[in-house]
């Protein structure tokens, strides 16, 4: 079970991973279902590892993947003996219209839940997934915006 959900920032993909990606503790500050990120061992960089505390009194260990700073990062960690996991894409691609004066990306953000047990948990959960899922990219493109003012 994943979603995809892709939008449109008028911010550079430079300022949409300085304001949004960068630092993983920050991370709650556009996830609107995580409370807090702990023991990160670094920045978004592939090997990162960090704990995910989600609203609702979950804890995720999870590790940064297949990360090309400004374009995309994976973030994926497993839970339930390894039943279930989670998966996390963001990419960032400059629009063919973009310029230096008009920046414009395309934002798209994927999030799923894997294995077995995650995916009849998504299912069950869907609606509240497809939520934060659209959610997280309003909040990506609204903060990158004003930080790119």
């Given at each position: 079970?994943?979603?995809?959900?892709?939008?449109?920032?008028?911010?550079?993909?430079?300022?949409?991973?300085?304001?949004?990606?960068?630092?993983?503790?920050?991370?709650?500050?556009?996830?609107?279902?995580?409370?807090?990120?702990?023991?990160?061992?670094?920045?978004?960089?592939?090997?990162?590892?960090?704990?995910?505390?989600?609203?609702?009194?979950?804890?995720?260990?999870?590790?940064?993947?297949?990360?090309?700073?400004?374009?995309?990062?994976?973030?994926?960690?497993?839970?339930?003996?390894?039943?279930?996991?989670?998966?996390?894409?963001?990419?960032?691609?400059?629009?063919?219209?973009?310029?230096?004066?008009?920046?414009?990306?395309?934002?798209?953000?994927?999030?799923?839940?894997?294995?077995?047990?995650?995916?009849?948990?998504?299912?069950?959960?869907?609606?509240?997934?497809?939520?934060?899922?659209?959610?997280?990219?309003?909040?990506?493109?609204?903060?990158?915006?004003?930080?790119q003012k």
């Open positions: 079970m994943k979603m995809k959900r892709t939008g449109l920032c008028k911010a550079t993909p430079e300022t949409i991973w300085n304001t949004c990606f960068h630092s993983v503790e920050g991370w709650p500050a556009w996830d609107p279902d995580m409370r807090a990120v702990t023991d990160a061992s670094g920045p978004c960089e592939t090997g990162t590892t960090m704990t995910f505390h989600m609203n609702d009194g979950g804890k995720f260990a999870m590790r940064c993947e297949n990360v090309v700073q400004n374009r995309r990062l994976e973030f994926k960690g497993g839970f339930l003996l390894g039943l279930a996991g989670a998966l996390g894409t963001i990419e960032l691609e400059p629009t063919p219209s973009s310029t230096s004066d008009s920046p414009e990306t395309r934002v798209t953000y994927s999030f799923g839940l894997t294995g077995m047990a995650g995916n009849v948990f998504g299912w069950i959960n869907r609606k509240p997934i497809e939520r934060g899922t659209e959610d997280g990219l309003a909040n990506i493109v609204a903060m990158s915006e004003s930080a």
